[in-house]
């Protein structure tokens, strides 16, 4: 593999970078820290940031001989199909994974909470979600062989809001009931926020809160000097986290520019492309 392609992923820390391969503790998504993972990814209008979160679904089920992984994909956004075409064309069998018990497909879409039209004015349904998050992670630890670990993916976190009906009180303690699994189940956490939805000061303190929590944000931005044929963004990677083996600090910035391609993202320093 071409390190142009690697980079997204030896920002994340998923790629053991000195032998080029991958780590029986790193098959999925890094432990950045003994409390599990967070990685906040952030987009705007203007670059949809969509193609980190089938980058890392990828990553976190692709097989492993010593371990195995497991996804709750929580959609606000999309059905079941889009993601299952999409996975496909990135050699990913969603549908299969699902049949395997190793993806766990929460469709937030069918039960109509993210209607603009109606709302509610009440966190009865984000605790309903939570419930069937946890119950879901408990269920994999109970029934798995062999110990798992498990990724959970919300698309997106701006539609929470939407179904709380503004509600910044009833996110922020949505977030936090999430972020206790990372702790206590050993999960891994990501979240995808367009981080230009937050203009009051009042309004962006779920956006802060999850800047605090997350051990790596991923922000993809548009190019500072206009559009590009052949560069569709530039992406930040900041790794707050801590080496597993070394135990030094990471706390590291990473920009590269990347270009999205139909069966997967090519990733690349500024000016070394021909």
């Known amino acids: 593999m071409e390190r142009s392609s690697n980079l997204l992923d030896e920002a994340l820390g998923i790629l053991d970078v000195d032998h080029n391969s991958y780590s029986s503790s790193t098959e999925s998504l890094p432990s950045a820290s003994s409390s599990g993972n967070c990685v906040l990814i952030q987009d705007c209008v203007e670059t949809s940031a969509a193609f980190v979160i089938h980058h890392l679904l990828k990553r976190s089920l692709s097989p492993h001989p010593q371990s195995s992984s497991a996804v709750i994909f929580v959609s606000l956004a999309h059905p079941f199909s889009h993601y299952h ?102 999960c891994s956490l990501v979240i995808l926020n367009h981080e230009d939805n937050y203009f009051e000061e009042e309004s962006s303190t779920p956006m802060l809160q999850m800047e605090y929590l997350a051990n790596i944000i991923i922000k993809a931005e548009p190019l500072a000097t ?33 270009k999205v391609k139909e069966n997967g ?4 320093y500024p000016g070394t492309r021909a």
Not at 92 to 114: E, I, P, Q, S
Not at 133 to 138: A, F, G, L, S
Not at 234 to 249: A, C, D, F, M, P
């Open 226 to 258: 206009g559009l590009a044929a052949d560069v569709h963004g530039q992406l930040t990677v900041l790794n707050k986290g801590i080496h597993e083996k070394s135990r030094n600090s990471l706390n590291k910035v990473h920009n590269f520019h990347y």
């Open 85 to 186: 075409r999409i996975l496909r064309k990135l050699g990913c069998n969603l549908a299969a994974h699902r049949d395997d018990g190793r993806f766990f497909f929460v469709d937030m879409l069918m039960l109509g909470c993210t209607d603009h039209g109606k709302g509610i004015s009440h966190s009865g349904e984000l605790i309903d979600l939570y419930g069937k998050i946890q119950k879901i992670v408990e269920d994999i630890a109970l029934n798995g062989v062999i110990k798992k670990r498990i990724t959970i993916i919300l698309d997106d976190f701006s539609l929470i809001e939407v179904a709380a009906n503004g509600s910044f009180s009833h996110c922020l303690d949505f977030l936090q009931y999430c972020y206790t699994l990372t702790s206590e189940n050993g």
């Open 265 to 268: 993202v090519e990733c690349f």
